[in-house]
C-alpha cells in the first residue's frame, strides 16, 4: 500500500510539471486512480485553434469477483469550447459529447461448473 501510494504522488508530481506549460498543441492524459477500480481511462487532446478543442477519451474496464466477469470498453469523442481569457486547452469549457459503451456481464451458474447438470 505505501508503495502505491509512493507511485501516485510521483505521478501526480509529474502531471503537475507536464501540464504547466500553456498554449499546448497536444495533451495526453491518464486517470492514475481508475486502476484502484480496475479501469483503465486516458485522452489525448488536440488544440484546434485559440479557443476550442477536439478530445477523444477511451477507457477499459474488467472486473471479475468469485464467479461473475464483467468488462467493458467505452469512446468518448468531444468538441471543447473554450470560455476563458487563457488559450486552449487551459481554462473553463463547454463540451458536447457522444459516448460509446459497450458492456458484457457473464455469471457462471452450478449447472455450467458441472456440465450443464444440477446438483442439489
Known sequence: MKKNLVIALVALFAVGV???AQAQENV???NIFSPIVKTFNAAYERKLSANSSFQLGVFYT???????????LG????????????????????APF???QNFKLTEETTASKYGGYSYN
Open 18 to 20: 507536464f501540464t504547466s
Open 75 to 94: 469512446l468518448t469523442p468531444e468538441y471543447r469550447f473554450y470560455l476563458s481569457e487563457s488559450e486552449a486547452p487551459a481554462g473553463v469549457y463547454l
Open 28 to 30: 495526453f492524459k491518464i
Open 62 to 72: 474488467s472486473y471479475n469477483p468469485a464467479s461473475t466477469k464483467f468488462s467493458g
Open 98 to 100: 457522444v459516448r460509446y
